[in-house]
């Protein structure tokens, strides 16, 4: 576990990180990865809850003028709670993670009212080859992605929800299952860019249109909402150091773009070839010299 000081530290790296994060070094090569190509999601693996691992059920999932598209008019009646997920093929540790999304269409016949222009990415998720058949939501921890539904009334976007695990909030395991964050409201069918800063098991930062909105501490496996899971997966009190990154489906149109990843865990050695001013996390069995 984490030294109050060294807690302290990282929360100074990644305001660096996000302070250096700017719409031109997204722009640019430095380390940053496209995670999709525009025309494929042949880097990704779907899991819909009533459905085997890569059965992406009524095209759930896809792809249309560069955009991830989550639609829902091939499915046969209501939503019958087929939540879904889209998983990036490559697990991380340290990352920063920036995309954007938007809200479209309304929500399908059947699916729960509290998904109603309701979304979110998943990360430190359990590899979905392990979630079962049944299992409606994958182990993992949400930035949860909402938009406004009646003028004058909040509700932020950026949040944290927790299926199947739990996270360190103002120096305790915070027992909510979501934790509000303090962006402002978004109402419509308008593109919102949405960022995380993640340190394994220590500190993450959640970002809404480059300001800094949420941070919290030590993910971890606990808690509930996740039914019908693998026993030998759900480890209550291990610490979330890596997992995977999933696109949400809830019931809920939904649009995301420019999905891009920068690892943060590399050769910190400025001797090497492929030394990054960027990492945090030092990774000497990576370092290449002439």
Known sequence: MLSNLKVLRNLCIVTLIWQCSSVKTLSSDKGWEN???????????????HYEVGENYGDTFRVENDIIKV??????????????????NKPFSYFHLSMEYRFVGKLHPGAPSYTLKNSGV????????TILREQNWPISVEMQFLAGLEKGKARP?????????????DGKI????????????????QWVKAELI???????????????????TKPQIGGGVVERFDPKIKKDGQLLTTGY??????????????????NLKGCMDPKAVNYRKYYVKSDPGNCIYK
């Open 35 to 49: 995670m999709f190509n525009g025309r494929d999601i042949d880097n990704w693996t779907t899991k819909i809850h």
């Open 71 to 88: 639609r829902y008019d091939q499915y046969d009646g209501d939503f019958d709670d087929r939540f879904g997920h889209l998983y990036y």
């Open 122 to 129: 998943m990360f430190h998720s359990q590899d979905p080859k």
């Open 157 to 169: 976007t950026g949040n944290m929800c927790s299926p199947g695990t739990d996270v360190v909030y």
């Open 174 to 189: 915070d027992p909510r299952h979501c934790i509000n964050s303090s962006s402002d409201t978004f109402f419509g069918n």
């Open 198 to 216: 993640v340190l394994a098991d220590s500190l993450v930062t959640h970002i809404i249109n480059g300001k800094e909105v949420l941070q919290y």
């Open 245 to 262: 990154i999933a696109l949400q489906s809830e019931g809920q149109p939904i649009d995301f773009r420019n999905l891009r990843i920068r």
